[in-house]
């Protein structure tokens, strides 16, 4: 297979080039001046932080990054509780009932959020909660509730009962001796969890645009198509600050945790 | 949102192929005494929260889908019951033809490109040295985590009429592309949006599939290639038998994901202008209901998810056949 490597490494660059020039292209566009933004592209990243300041000073952007922030973090915590007891359950018991949990959690999974974001939004509305942050977070666990249980239901079954119950034989109480056995040896698997619930919740942008319209309740994806749309090409610089703004966190998380999370669902997949 | 709050592919796990059974010996059941009432309270939280955001809302759509539910009822009027009405008024509506055609040919196009693009990525990684195949994992990486509206965004810029990199690029080459609008026509709209959309989706199908293939053992490559297989040759007689399974539960992932487009539609739309020729069924039913009329809005919601259901219950059947839940 060594035999002429040179054409496929020069495949692979132009594949390289295309998939990762979007990423690119926003962060130079970010840094350059509007005024020469919009004469001839300049590929080099050079320029000014002005776009950020337009951003920073924007009208709602900063109520959009604290509500962002408060609906993905509770939704975080919320989520990763229940889905851990759930998961528990599923991985450690045997019980009737176990088989049609699991079923529904994948065909809840399935349901389309496009679908049903008209009647959420009638629903939080009988319950005074559009516009909320308590609505959007109720909304957002209920969404990445199948994903968490998945996954944490994998991590829960990679770690052998066996040692729990080694150490109720040392004469633990079976509570303890999942606290002080499992528990430690889930922290991974709970992290990388909640890091790929934060992600979904921070990007999460149909919900949103339903149920928090009005501008001092929006999240940031909202504000930033607001300021999209309302700009309408004339501010680019602008709106690519933004975008990096919303999308750079993310990136990160996910570099961090994409190997673990992928070897959860694997470890999801096998284990019975 | 998993699959359901975002498009970038979280979805349940793709099943892998050698999951039979692993040779545990059973040990017997423990007496159903014994475990008692605490795997359901364990389930509770996880139920309610299901039922609260999901299932309640779910029972709502299938009921506003029965009514008449208009501006009146926007402001308290109660809304009546009409059977069916709904369904009959969307089905006898020609335009509602027009945008189911529209999703499934957009999707299907979309599941096509995905699944061929993303092989040959898989391939390409399978064959590079260590330097180049962590440069392109990256790069794949990169497009994967981009959030569906940033993306869509940042698509949008570069595909801008007047200071768009792409106008300058043809214009440079050649082309009269000065000032070109690329979403006011609906066809090169759906070719940015299907661009939009491969280009998230291709990361998740690479990666899996290139996963796979370092689970076929080498020797076997090796071998074919001596008994002077070709490239092709050994896609088709080597690697596709072997993951067969995993290419039909990537398929029908796909299938469900860009069924559902929402977000790159939607901004698209709102940058070009052009809504009519451009709505897809998510788009349809959010827009039908924003314009007061959200019995309509219900029914259409409620055909996307039945489809949805029918290509889920086979993807299902898939992952049961190959694994033990």
């Known amino acids: ?272 | 949102m998993t699959a359901v709050l975002s498009d970038e592919g979280t979805g349940p796990p793709p099943a892998l192929p050698d999951s039979r059974r692993a040779g545990r010996p059973r040990r017997p059941r423990p007496a159903r005494g014994r475990t008692g009432l605490l795997p359901y309270l364990l389930l509770v939280p996880a139920l309610a929260a299901l039922g609260a955001g999901l299932g309640y809302p779910l029972v709502r759509l299938v009921v506003m889908s029965t009514q008449e539910f208009g501006l009146r009822q926007q402001f308290g009027q109660p809304a009546p019951f009409v059977g069916t009405d709904n369904f009959a008024e969307i089905f006898g509506d020609p335009y509602f033809w027009d945008v189911l055609r529209r999703s499934l040919i957009f999707c299907a196009v979309n599941v096509v490109l995905t699944l061929v693009l993303g092989t040959l990525a898989a391939l390409l990684l399978s064959r590079l040295g260590t330097a180049m195949r962590t440069a392109l994992s990256v790069a794949l990486l990169f497009a994967w985590a981009t959030p569906a509206l940033t993306a869509t965004i940042v698509w949008q810029w570069i595909f801008d009429a007047r200071y768009g990199v792409v106008n300058w690029l043809l214009t440079r080459l050649g082309g009269d592309f000065e000032g070109h609008s690329w979403l006011s026509k609906p066809l090169s709209f759906f070719f940015v949006g299907t661009l939009i959309v491969v280009w998230m989706g291709v990361p998740f199908v690479a990666f899996t599939l290139y996963a796979g293939m370092t689970q076929i053992p080498g020797e076997v490559m090796e071998a074919a290639a001596i008994d002077g297989a070709g490239a092709w040759a050994r896609f088709r007689d080597v690697i596709w038998p072997a993951l067969k399974p995993i290419f039909v539960v990537l398929a029908a992932l796909s299938t469900l994901w860009d069924l559902r487009v929402f977000t790159q539609i939607y901004v698209l739309q709102q940058a070009g202008g052009i809504t009519r020729e451009t709505n897809t069924l998510g788009v349809y039913a959010y827009r039908t209901s924003a314009g007061n009329d959200f019995g309509l809005g219900a029914a259409i919601a409620l055909v996307m998810v039945g489809i949805t259901l029918l290509a889920t219950l086979f993807h299902l059947r898939q992952m049961f056949r190959q694994e033990e839940v």
């Open chain 1, 1 to 272: 297979m060594g035999r002429r490597r040179w054409p496929l490494n020069l495949a692979a660059l132009a594949v390289i080039v295309v998939v990762a020039f979007p990423v690119y292209w926003m962060l130079v566009t970010s840094f350059r001046p509007n005024s020469e933004i919009r004469t001839a592209p300049r590929f080099l990243p050079i320029g000014t932080l002005e776009n950020y300041r337009t951003v920073f000073e924007r009208d709602h952007f900063w109520s959009s990054f604290s509500n962002s922030l408060q609906v993905t973090l509770l939704t975080v915590v919320f989520a990763l509780f229940t889905a851990f007891l759930a998961a528990v359950a599923v991985a450690r018991f045997r019980f009737r009932g176990r088989l049609a949990f699991l079923v529904i959690v994948l065909l809840v999974q399935m349901v389309p959020a496009e679908a049903m974001m008209i009647s959420v939004v009638k629903v939080l509305e009988g319950w005074n909660l559009r516009n909320s942050i308590a609505g959007l977070t109720i909304t957002y666990v209920a969404f990445v509730l199948p994903f968490t249980v998945w996954t944490l239901r994998g991590f829960v079954g990679g770690v052998p009962k066996e040692l729990e119950e080694a150490a109720m034989m040392d004469g633990s109480s079976r509570l303890r001796a999942f606290f002080t056995v499992t528990l430690p040896l889930l922290a991974p698997g709970l992290v990388a969890t909640g890091i790929f619930a934060f992600i979904q919740a921070w990007n999460e942008f149909t919900f949103a645009l339903v149920i928090m319209d009005r501008p001092e309740r929006e999240t940031l994806p909202v504000w930033l198509q607001a300021f999209n749309f309302g700009a309408r090409g004339t501010d680019w610089g602008g709106v690519m600050a933004g975008s990096t703004l919303i999308t750079v966190p993310v990136i990160v998380f996910f570099l961090l945790v994409h190997r673990r999370v992928a070897a959860g669902m694997t470890a999801g997949a096998v284990k019975g």
